[in-house]
Structures are given as structure tokens and as C-alpha cells.
């Protein structure tokens, strides 16, 4: 099993620019999630999807929208990209709400 | 501003020396998790407390959660190299699913 993957590892845009990350899960985990880590402020949560179809903002979900594409997909879109989102953004999956997380590797942004 | 609040931001010790690290907050929790995340990868879940005053063991690691679940520390004794990392506490006030991190402690231990 491959657990949590998220693709790319790595990205630079430039600000204006869109594109999406992408994370999958092959635990058949109900709960997804997708966070930021920036220095000195630990993971914050951007946005989560508790089961298949339904999604809900977290504490920073100002410039993402996230799709639920299915019970083993959920991606993250920033439309128009910005320097404050500059960050590692790590995706994670649960078996429910609640429960441990499992996370991916992450994807470290840079926005310049 | 944190809900959960964890001390000290930044340990370095030798190794075969003890170390505390704390996380406080003024909620309650049903729960608390600790994680700890290596340099360029995710957090790995350490252990989850549930009950007020539990205490649990890992090998060399013991995890107290407080007995009013506001807070809870994480004790390595005789600290090795491969203890090295951020450790994260985090927990769900709400009990709605969504975990709410510490800002970490990073510790390091040198040989």
C-alpha cells in the first residue's frame, strides 16, 4: 500500500497563476484533509471533506477550493496564486472524522 | 493565537539526557494526539490519551494527558539521535473532526 500521495513535490509559480495539487489515498479512509505548515505556526487546517461528496473550510480556506473527486481523490486549487501562499501543504486521510491521520509527503510551494 | 500552546519551541540535548516537552490550553478535549514529523515528510502519529491522568508508555516515551484534559506532556528519557524531530501535539475541541495542531517542538539530539 502506498498510503497518502501527493503530486508534485515540488512547484514554483508565479503570482497570478493557478494549478492544483493532488492527493490520493488507498486505505479506503472516509475523511480527507489538506493543511499548511509554515515556520513557528504548526499545521493549519485549509479545508477537509468528512465522507465522499461533502466538504467544509477549515481554519485558513481564504484563496483554495478543494474538490472531492471521489472516495480515494481530493485536490486543492488555488486560483490565483499569491506570495502568503508560499508553504508546505501536506494532505492527510482518516478513517473518520476525528481519528488518526495519515499523512502524505507533501508539497512545498513557492509563489513568487 | 494557538488553542494548543507547546513548550519549549526548540530543545537540543545530548544524548542519554531526559527531556520534557509540554502542550497546554486553556479547552477541553475529548482527546489528544501526538505526532512527530522528520525533516521533509509528514507527521507520524506517536499515540492518542483519552482519559483524564492516563498515562501511556512507548519504549522510552511516556505520554501523560492532564487530569482536567487540558493539557498533556510527552517524556523521552535517556534521549537517542533518532528521537530528532518536530514533535506535534494536536486535538479536536469541537469534537467535529477537525484536528487543531500545536506549533511544535523541534528536538534535536546530538551523539
Keep these: 500500500n502506498a498510503g497518502v500521495t501527493q503530486t508534485p513535490k515540488?512547484?514554483?509559480?508565479?503570482t497570478g497563476q493557478s494549478?492544483?495539487?493532488?492527493?490520493?489515498?488507498?486505505?479506503?479512509?472516509n475523511s480527507m484533509y489538506w493543511y499548511r505548515q509554515d515556520p513557528g505556526m504548526g499545521l493549519r487546517l485549509i479545508y477537509y471533506s468528512a465522507s465522499e461528496g461533502t466538504t467544509d473550510k477549515g481554519e485558513v480556506p481564504n484563496g483554495y477550493n478543494v474538490s472531492r473527486l471521489n472516495k480515494r481523490e481530493f485536490s486543492l486549487r488555488l486560483e490565483s496564486a499569491a506570495p502568503s501562499q508560499t508553504s508546505v501543504y501536506f494532505c492527510a486521510s482518516g478513517r473518520l472524522a476525528g481519528d488518526e491521520q495519515f499523512f502524505g509527503p507533501g508539497t512545498r510551494l513557492t509563489v513568487l | 493565537?494557538?488553542?494548543?500552546?507547546?513548550s519549549p519551541q526548540f530543545?537540543?540535548?545530548?544524548?542519554?539526557?531526559?527531556?520534557?516537552v509540554y502542550c497546554n490550553s486553556s479547552s477541553v478535549f475529548s482527546s489528544l494526539q501526538w505526532y512527530r514529523q522528520e525533516p521533509g515528510e509528514g507527521p507520524?502519529?506517536?499515540?492518542?490519551?483519552?482519559?483524564?491522568?492516563?498515562?501511556?508508555k512507548l519504549k522510552r516515551l511516556t505520554f501523560q494527558f492532564?487530569?482536567?484534559?487540558?493539557?498533556?506532556?510527552?517524556?523521552?528519557?535517556?534521549?537517542?539521535?533518532?528521537?530528532?524531530?518536530?514533535?506535534?501535539?494536536?486535538g479536536d475541541p469541537d469534537s467535529w473532526g477537525k484536528l487543531q495542531f500545536g506549533a511544535g517542538t523541534q528536538v534535536v539530539v546530538t551523539p
Design chain 2, 11 to 20: 530543545l537540543s540535548i545530548q544524548e542519554g539526557e531526559n527531556l520534557t
Design chain 1, 19 to 29: 494549478m492544483t495539487l493532488q492527493c490520493a489515498q488507498d486505505m479506503n479512509h
Design chain 2, 44 to 56: 507520524v502519529l506517536l499515540v492518542t490519551v483519552v482519559t483524564g491522568g492516563e498515562v501511556k
Design chain 2, 1 to 6: 493565537t494557538q488553542l494548543l500552546e507547546q
Design chain 1, 10 to 14: 515540488f512547484q514554483v509559480l508565479k
Design chain 2, 66 to 90: 492532564g487530569d482536567a484534559r487540558k493539557d498533556s506532556s510527552l517524556h523521552i528519557t535517556a534521549a537517542q539521535p533518532g528521537d530528532t524531530g518536530l514533535y506535534l501535539c494536536a
